[in-house]
Structures are given as C-alpha cells and as structure tokens.
C-alpha cells in the first residue's frame, strides 16, 4: 500500500497480527438531510462567561449597583454614593467633592474581574456620564499597576473635561505601552470642583466586529470558528433563576446599556465552595446583543424564556415557588413579545425597539425555547398555555419543549410522553454523565439501562419531535476536567448524533466558557483569563464535527451492524456524511480502545485511486489538557492518505492509534 505520512505521531505500519475491521460506506445511498442546526453552541452565564469574559466591558459594577455599592471599586477622599442619577433602573452614581487639602485626592479604583487586562500597543475607549454642578471641572484618567518597582503606578494618565452641569457622555480613548493582566482603572478629582460620575465603562477599542457595545474578540471569534449552526442563549439555569425575582427577563436586557437594571447571578453562590459574592449580571451582554452576535457568527439563534417557575433543583416540589397557572400571562406574553422584537417589522411597538438599537431589519428566529431542565406535571401543565399561544399567534417558529435533567429513567420518559402530546417539535435532552455511560458499557446499561452508548438515537420514534442534545459533555471518573480522555469518548459518541440525522437535529456542549480564576463548574469548552485564552480538546471535537458536517447522512457499517463500539467492534465508533456542496464522502472514525487497530474503508460506489484528505485528534497523554501556557498542546493535524483501486470499489487501508479521532474527506 502506497501511504503518505499521516498526522498522528502514534500511528505506525500495519500489524501483522491484528484483525483489520472494514466499515463499509455506502456512498450511493444519500439520507436523510443533516440539519444545519446540527452542532451549535449553548452559552450560559455561568464561570463569568458574560461580565468579565465574552461581554467587553473591563470596569466591575460600572453604574455602581451592586448591593454593595462600591463593590469592585475603592473609593478615596471626599465622597458619596448617591441615588437620584439620570437613569431609572440605574439611579446610583458617586460624587466626587474638594477634599480640602492641596495634596489630598478624591477619586475611585476599580480592579476589573479579577484585574484589567490590557495589551502592548491597543487602544482602550473610556466612556462615563457626568456632570459638573459647580462649573466646568476636570478628572484624570489612569490606568495603573499596584504591584510594580516601577517609580510610578500610573503609567497612562490623561484628563477629561466635564463642561456641563447636566447630565451628560464623556470619552476618551487611552493606549496601553504594555500588556499587564490585573492592571486597575483609576480617576481621581482635579482641582477644586465637583463631579458626578455615573456609568463609568472602558471596552477595548478592538472588540469582536469593533462594535463599541461588543465582544471580546478573541473569544468571539472562537465561537465563530467553530462554525456553529446554532447558538442557546442565555440559560441554563440563570433563565429560571433561584427564585422568580432573579429569574432571567429579557426585556430588562434591551434598550440603552446604561438604563439596564442589575440582575443577581444564581450562580454567585450555588456552589459554596466554589463562592464569588461579586458574581452579578450587568445585563450589558443582552437579547440584542445576543441575536447580533447569533448573526456575526452563521448561527442560528434558540433564546429560552422562563415558563412561570423558579429552579425546581434549589425549591424541588414547592408548589408555591413557582407562579400559578391561573398568573401567567405575563410570562406568555414575554414570548410573544420577544418573538416580534426579533422578528416584527420596525413600526411594530417590540421591532421598532430593534430598530432604534441598530438592527431595523429582522433577525429571522426560527425557534423559542420554554423552560429549561425542568420536569414533571407542575412543568407540563405550565408549558401547555404557552404552546397554545405561540402555535396561535406564530404557527411557523419551532417550538423547544424539555425532558429534564436526566439522560433516562421514569421522569425523562415521562417528560418525552408529555412533549409528544404537546406535539413540541423538539426537545431539549441533557446529559453530564461518566465514560462508561458514553460508551455504552454493561457496567453502564445496568445502571442507566440502554439508552446509553453509541445507539442511544436508533430506536427513538421517527414520528415524535425532534432532538435537541442540549446540554452534555462527559464528567470524568474522579477527574471532572478537560482531558483527553473525555474527549475522544465524546467524539465517539457524536457519530450517533449523525447516524440519526433523521431524528437529531441540534446538539450543543455545555458549559461553553470559563474564567481560570472564576469557574463553577467544569469541564467547559473554552477557557480565558484576562488578556488569554485556550480551547479544550472538547472545543476542537466539536469543531471537528461542525466544520464537516455535510448535508446528508450516509450508511456505514462494519458486518451490517452501526460502528457504535459494540462486541467485537474493538471500542470503534464511526459515521459518514456527504456534502452535496463540495461532492465530499466525509468519514468519521473513532478509536476508543487502549490499542491500535487496522481499518479499511470500503467505498462502495466509486471506484479508482484518489487521495483523502485527514484531520486526526491523536495525543498519548490520556489526563492531559491544553492550558494558557500550552494552548496547543492538543490539537487536530491535517494530512493526506491515498484511497487505492479495489476489485470493485476504491479502498482506504489505514491504522487508527489508540484513543484518536480521525476524520477522512474524500470526493465521490
């Protein structure tokens, strides 16, 4: 056999000894479509993923609202906080006065999210809304290291003049001559007269599509290169919140970002050993930033609003929790609304909204989602109303009913019964479970029962709502991170995913981000501090697939039966696709086992030599990871295999090496 060098350091000749497994691909039978909605992304305000991470905004409680008012600040000199500012939702703002000594200063420190992150050479633009009720007055602006041997703190100091005596938004943009992870922000009085400041908010002049309310740009720009059919927004659980009073209300999320009212974030201190009492949402990341970033990155956007109930994990069955069926209107209404804000033409009373944030055209949502992870009859008898209402007013959207929090069992097979008789048409399933449930072990069967493993989707009813894979990743044994391991059994799973496209039409990963210093839970998909960031080997799984996921499904067999790591499978997973649009066999293979194995592809269908073109996911290392210092360490190499002529069909002989992942694009 005539082999080109491949990309995994692991692989090696053929073994002599070793059964060859052959995966026959069928390429001249074309399924069912693929969903363009297949892979997609789910982003929940968990591990400071929005304020301090994907959301720009570099100053910690900008308009001075948190409960304790000064809260990521430290106030100096002659001061007060008071309460009678410009904006209804967000009255608070600090008063800076003379405090009566020449070589005395008033002013404010803010320290970021766990510091300021600032690079060599990029500018920063500082905005605040102030007033001078004394007389024109002045500020300094600075950007300052704390922990420095440098002569002075303060290397970036420039002055604002604030003219007025009314209300009103000041900027100015500052260059940073360094790069420096936990720099702080600082203003402070210059000369004698008063100040007011309210909203004070700095966001790197480069952020994602250099919008001035936007992303950071690096970590948008890796959910765009994943490709995503789709993006979940904004929950999770923060969507149902500890109780209804913090529950997550899209219509406090829109209009002016400095009118935008404060919203507890559920996840401050839902894990008391992992505690951060600063953890709010700002709300400045909101429904309109969250379509336009939907947009920016090809995805498909699936917002999920509250159905009228508080987390049922954190008030179980507490009846009185939750808003009674006979109070909720309002939270109907909330969907009926949202669906014209994204949807309505600009002189509708909700798109005209859109309209004057910038987007008068619509943003096209084709799906809702109603409720998240809940369960049981105090759901169901909940959802009912709101289907009929949206089914009434907007026949077309897609409405995302849920199954619970679990994966199997009598309350998940509760839940499907209850959405098949709503006709739902699709539901969110959700799964955090351990390896041997992701590859379908008899350990794992007797504990969860079938629906496990690599051919959970082949007996689902083919009539009934759709899939959604909202939520999984594969919790490790004793070692809940990202590490190779859980990966590639991942990525063994998602064949199933494929060879029911018929069924499956979206998946997500969950969670999507995490702050290194600011995690709640983990594994999550994309890791960041400050100024850096990493994808986990799960991100470039996920890329793997969303990147190659053709248009149409396609038969793969090994002895007749799916390639699903079943009894003498030798822990193989495999699936194909095609892509009308490039003429592409797109063949996917997945070595779970601790050996290497031999495999031929048998392309039934076409015939004669062709080179494929690989990416292989191969790493010897099964705990390790990427990190910030070695954002590389693991990642997909491309290379080229040569398909030979068969007697019949054109063949590819290759070796899979231990616990690898490679995919395989061949032209029909």
Not at 229 to 239: A, D, E, M, S
Not at 278 to 298: H, M, R, T
Not at 438 to 443: A, S, V
Request: hydrophobic share 35%.
């Amino acid at each position: 056999m005539k082999k080109l060098i491949t990309t995994c350091l692991l692989a090696v000749s053929l073994s002599a000894t070793a059964q060859t497994h052959v995966l026959d691909v069928n390429t001249k039978k074309i399924g069912a479509p693929v969903q363009s909605t297949m892979y997609g992304l789910f982003f929940e305000d968990i591990n400071y993923a929005a304020d301090g991470g994907l959301y720009g905004e570099l100053v910690k409680n900008r308009s001075f609202e948190f409960p304790d008012r000064l809260m990521g600040w430290e106030a100096f000199g002659t001061f007060e906080v008071k309460d009678d500012g410009p904006f209804e939702r967000c009255p608070h703002y600090v008063e800076l006065r003379d405090p009566g000594h020449g070589e005395r200063r008033s002013g404010l420190s803010n320290n970021g999210f766990f510091g300021i992150g600032l690079k060599q050479g990029e500018a920063y633009r500082f905005t605040v809304w102030a007033k001078a009720p004394q007389g024109e007055a002045q500020i300094a602006v600075q950007f300052i290291e704390r922990a420095t041997m440098e002569e002075n703190q303060e290397f970036v100091t420039d002055t604002l003049t604030i003219a007025s005596g009314d209300w009103k938004p000041y900027e100015l943009t500052l260059k940073s001559p360094r790069t420096i992870d936990k720099a702080q922000l600082r203003i402070y009085l210059v000369g004698k007269k008063t100040v007011d400041l309210e909203h004070v908010s700095l966001f790197p002049v480069n952020t994602f599509k250099n919008r001035k309310n936007g992303m950071r740009a690096d970590l948008a720009q890796a959910l765009a290169d994943v490709h995503p059919g789709l993006l979940r927004f904004p929950g999770g659980c923060i969507v149902e919140g500890v109780d209804l009073g913090t529950r997550y209300q899209w219509k406090n999320t829109i209009g002016p970002v400095e009118n935008r009212p404060l919203n507890e974030n559920r996840w401050e201190y839902t894990f008391p050993y992992r505690f951060y009492p600063d953890y709010f949402q700002s709300y400045g990341l909101g429904f309109f930033e969250f379509f336009q970033l939907s947009e920016d990155i090809g995805a498909e956007p699936l917002p999920v609003l509250n159905v009228g109930m508080a987390c049922q994990f954190q008030n179980w069955d507490d009846e009185n929790a939750h808003v009674p069926m006979d109070q909720l209107q309002p939270y109907i209404q909330d969907c009926l609304d949202l669906i014209e804000f994204a949807n309505g033409p600009a002189d509708s009373q909700w798109g005209k909204i859109r309209a004057e944030m910038g987007h008068p055209e619509p943003f096209n949502m084709k799906f809702i989602g109603v409720g998240n992870e809940q369960w049981d009859d105090m759901y169901y008898k909940r959802l009912e109303p709101f289907v009929a209402a949206i089914r009434a007013k907007y026949p077309d959207i897609k409405i995302v009913g849920t199954s619970g929090p679990d994966s199997e069992g009598k309350m998940f097979e509760k839940g499907w019964a209850a959405m098949k008789q709503q006709k739902a048409d699709l539901v969110d399933e959700h799964f955090y479970r351990p390896e041997a449930w992701f590859l379908g072990t008899d350990e794992a069967k007797a504990r969860y029962g079938n629906n496990c493993g690599g051919l959970r989707y082949e007996s689902y009813d083919r009539k009934g709502p759709k899939v959604f894979a909202g939520e999984y990743a594969c919790h490790g044994r004793g070692k809940k991170w990202n590490h190779y391991e859980a990966s590639i059994l991942e990525a063994g799973f998602m064949t199933d995913f494929e060879r029911n496209a018929d069924v499956v039409y979206m998946t997500a990963y969950a969670p999507l981000f995490a702050h290194v210093e600011g995690w709640q839970w983990r594994p999550d998909l994309i890791w960041f501090d400050n100024n850096r960031m990493f994808k986990s080997v799960s991100y470039y799984v996920q890329q793997m697939y969303a990147q190659n996921k053709g248009t149409n499904m396609m038969p793969l067999t090994m002895d007749k039966q799916p390639v699903a790591g079943q009894a003498g499978q030798d822990g193989l997973f495999a699936s194909s696709v095609y892509d009308k649009n490039t003429g592409e066999i797109i063949v996917k293979v997945i070595n779970t086992s601790k050996q290497k194995h031999p495999v031929t592809l048998n392309l039934l269908g076409i015939k004669g030599e062709r080179t494929a073109q690989t990416i292989t996911l191969c790493h010897d290392g099964m705990d390790d990871e990427n990190t910030l210092d070695q954002p590389e360490k693991i990642t997909p190499k491309q290379g080229t295999l040569q398909c030979e002529a068969g007697q019949k069909n054109t063949v590819l002989n290759d070796e899979l090496a231990p616990m690898s992942f490679r995919l395989y694009k061949i032209k029909k």
